[in-house]
């Protein structure tokens, strides 16, 4: 499976999929204008990912920002992963904030709340 | 001759005393940033790290960074997915890229930062409008991050790109009430006016 490779833009994150390697991580910003656009190759690669997943993968965010539009894609994006949790495979989240970043503590504590996924949350 | 002469210096004149009149206004509301015009992903971005830049100057706390960084991008893009503009430079189209005039000022004291906003609505959108700020203004922030849950939930992407939790998730990052004012502009629209507060102590 090839991996999707995203660089960071003013915008829009960095997203690094790469079920070879093991290794899944959205870091940075996320406000495009267009979030349904920037996101569907990310929900395509998912997708695809889902029908032949690792046996356990750690899905790493480090995100420094997100807009309200952002905020409702990521949940759909924990939502697709919460079902290949469901149909199981073991999926973690590693949910990053930036010190003293209480706002983006609490957003990854409310997904978190929302998704039945295990969390574990690291300040940076 | 003369006449002509006078004219454009005394139009020259009134001009300049509007510039010094609308300079020492912004100047004693503390208005660091006033732009009325296009509203567009591009002004979002140059705006937004702009103010970054400035608040990083003033080694301004990074908690209230964030905040004010949050709101702004959530007030400007809600002008340009939302505004009501009929001109011919407006577009709705997020493949061109959204383009809405609108209204755009920030500014501080010691106690607080505020972010206004303003554009076009049309008049028959107002009372949905003023019904979902009311009740979020009605809300504690308990109640508050429950309905945001609720409608992070719920919500799809519209076709402009939005999620519709831009205020709801105002008044949970500033916990102040959103202060709001529809200005009358002919029978059919108004000027829609949003004013936000972050204050510089909350920090704590």
């Known amino acids: 499976m090839e991996p999707l490779i995203i660089n960071k833009t003013e ?64 949940l759909d994006i924990l939502m697709r992963l919460e079902t290949l949790h469901e149909n199981g495979k073991n999926i973690t989240i590693e949910w990053h904030y930036e010190e003293d970043d209480e706002d983006m503590q609490e957003a990854g504590e409310e997904y978190a709340d929302i998704v039945e996924v295990p969390f574990t949350f690291i300040e940076d | 001759m003369e006449e002509l002469k006078d004219k454009g210096m005394s139009s020259a004149s009134q001009y300049m005393r509007f510039v010094v009149d609308f300079h020492n206004m912004m100047v004693d509301k503390k208005i660091t940033l006033a732009y009325e015009g296009e509203v567009t992903q ?85 009372p949905s409008l003023k019904e979902m700020i009311d009740k979020i203004n009605s809300l504690n922030q308990d109640e508050l991050k429950q309905l945001h849950k609720e409608k992070m939930r719920e919500t799809a992407i519209s076709d402009k790109g939005g999620a519709g939790l831009g205020f709801i998730d105002i008044a949970r990052k500033t916990g102040s009430p959103l202060e709001y004012h529809f200005e009358p502009l002919d029978d059919k629209n108004s000027f829609f006016l949003l004013k936000t507060s972050i204050s510089r102590n909350s920090a704590e």
């Open chain 2, 42 to 126: 591009e002004i979002t971005k140059a705006f937004t790290s702009m103010t970054e830049r400035n608040l990083d100057k003033l080694e301004e706390n990074g908690k209230i960074k964030k905040k004010v960084y949050h709101v702004m991008v959530e007030c400007l893009q809600n002008i340009s997915k939302h505004a009501d503009d009929e001109s011919e430079t407006a577009s709705n189209n997020l493949d061109e890229g959204l383009v809405k005039t609108g209204l755009f000022l920030i500014g501080s004291d010691k106690n607080e930062y505020f972010i206004t906003s303003g554009n076009g609505i049309a008049n028959e959108n107002i």
């Open chain 1, 11 to 74: 915008d829009t994150p960095a997203v690094h999929l790469d079920k070879a390697a093991g290794i899944f991580e959205f870091s940075g910003k996320s406000l495009p204008e267009d979030v349904t656009s920037f996101y569907a190759p990310i929900f395509e690669w998912i997708t695809a990912y889902g029908e032949g997943a690792n046996e356990s993968s750690k899905f790493v965010f480090k995100m420094t920002y997100f807009n309200t539009a952002s905020s409702k894609i990521i």
